[in-house]
């Protein structure tokens, strides 16, 4: 089963996904108007253009800091066994260091 912090890791990167989605649908409409002049005149092409370098960049961001904004949220993670260097004590050799009566 997935812990609550490896899947909001999951859920931060799948937002730095949408943002580079978001990203090619502004590229899309900058090159559409400057190649066909078809589109919403309201928006300069120059804003497409903005726009676009701007979701990359939190894309990337998101993608690259997913771990420390994870981290942030829910702090430190828990150090492990094998991180610790903590030895597994085994039943078995419990029973060959004491002595059999």
């Given at each position: 089963m997935i812990s609550p912090r490896a899947l909001f890791g999951v859920?931060?990167?799948?937002?730095g996904i949408w943002f580079f989605t978001e990203a090619g649908y502004s590229a899309f409409w900058?090159?559409?108007?400057?190649?066909?002049?078809m589109g919403n005149s309201?928006?300069?092409n120059s804003?497409?253009?903005?726009?676009?370098?701007?979701?990359?960049?939190v894309g990337v961001a998101l993608i690259l800091l997913a771990d420390p904004i994870t981290w942030a949220i829910y702090?430190?993670?828990?150090?492990?066994?094998?991180?610790l260097n903590v030895p597994l004590v085994d039943a078995t050799q419990d029973e060959a260091k004491s002595p059999k009566e």
């Open positions: 859920a931060v990167r799948v937002l900058y090159v559409l108007r400057d190649r066909v002049a309201n928006i300069p804003g497409h253009l903005a726009f676009a370098c701007y979701y990359v960049l702090g430190e993670p828990l150090k492990t066994r094998e991180a």
